[in-house]
């Protein structure tokens, strides 16, 4: 019999990350069984931590008693019931600050792929366009424009230093006001109204439930660009949808979306002014790995009864 203590997996993550994983712990995988009840069951008595990269809810706490520490994989941890694990003393970790390089990076390429529209020009010689054609049709400049950002912290402020390198003129909004040189508005439609591109970075959940508003849309305007690398959550995507279709909204680049990995049709329909992503801004074998040996480590700190590394409770 394994000496390893067991852990449950409830989604995957980066295989080779997981791999290392089995070093330490008896992994027990809820995504690959049809038996989910069972698999919890058998567990039970010896489960003392559970880790994942979506959801965790009180349904799985409650099938595991023992369990001392929830390590999730994501610095969004909006899928994870904190209040239920906070009452019943479980710790809670996420994976902060590994990943933030990696996802400002993205962000940029989203804001450059959806103003310059790459992608469409990739379809566009593939299909024979140019030689058809001949030039497709000029876009619109990235540097030396306004943006806004829709929360400033650890990938925030990543994603306001690449703006710079850019020369573009940085704003942010967030509910408290931070020492740095760029400009606050506490109001973030007045924000929009005043900017070119708004890129949200806020963390999902209540508290910024469909912040990108229909009021928020209209403001950034006909020629505004939305970059969403946050949450679905985040953004009203009926009223994005509407607006998009409407002329009321430029354009569009989204990683994230309200019920993944389902996208509205709507969206996938609209090709000319909308950049599709499978919610991959981290999504890099080395940040990956950095991720996933996090996990790890905040798991047998807890086990361990130690501090957890990165804490969210
Ligand atoms: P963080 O360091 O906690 O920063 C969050 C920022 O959002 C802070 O500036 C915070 O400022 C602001 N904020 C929070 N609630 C707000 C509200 N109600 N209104 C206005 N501003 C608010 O988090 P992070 O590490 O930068 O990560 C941010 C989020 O990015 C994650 O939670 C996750 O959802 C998302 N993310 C997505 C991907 C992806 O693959 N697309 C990857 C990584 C992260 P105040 O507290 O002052 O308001
Ligand atoms: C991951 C993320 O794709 O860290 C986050 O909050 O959204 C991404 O880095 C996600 O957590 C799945 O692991």
Known sequence: MSTKPDLLVVSP????????LEDHFTVHKLWKTDDKAGMLAAIADSCEAIAGASICGADIMDALPKVK???????????VDVATATA??????????????????FALGLLLATCRKIPHADRYVR???????????FTTRVHGRKVGILGL?????????????????????????????????????????????????????????????????????????????????????QALIEALRDGRLGAAGLDVFDQEPKVPQ??????????LQPHQASATHETRLAMGRL????ALAGLAGKPLITPVN
């Open 266 to 275: 709507a969206l996938k329909d609209m090709t000319e002014n909308v950049v």
């Open 153 to 237: 912290g650890r990938i925030g402020i990543e994603i306001a230093r690449r703006c710079e390198a850019f020369k573009m003129d940085v704003a942010y909004h967030t509910r408290s006001k931070r020492d740095v040189p760029y400009t606050y508005y506490d109001d973030l439609a007045a924000m929009a109204r005043d900017v070119d591109f708004l890129i949200a970075i806020v963390p999902g959940g209540d508290s910024t439930k469909h912040m990108v508003n229909r009021v928020v849309l209209d403001a950034l305007g006909p020629d505004g660009v939305l970059i969403n690398v946050a949450r679905g959550s985040v953004v009203d995507e």
């Open 295 to 298: 996990v790890m480590e905040n």
């Open 127 to 137: 299909a024979g366009k140019w030689e058809s054609e001949g030039n497709m049709a």
């Open 69 to 79: 520490v929830i390590a999730h994989h994501g610095v969004g941890y909006d899928g």
């Open 13 to 20: 993550w980066y295989h080779v990350a997981m791999k290392e």
């Open 88 to 105: 019943r003393g479980i710790k809670v970790s996420n994976t902060p600050d590994v990943l933030s390089d990696e996802v400002a990076d």
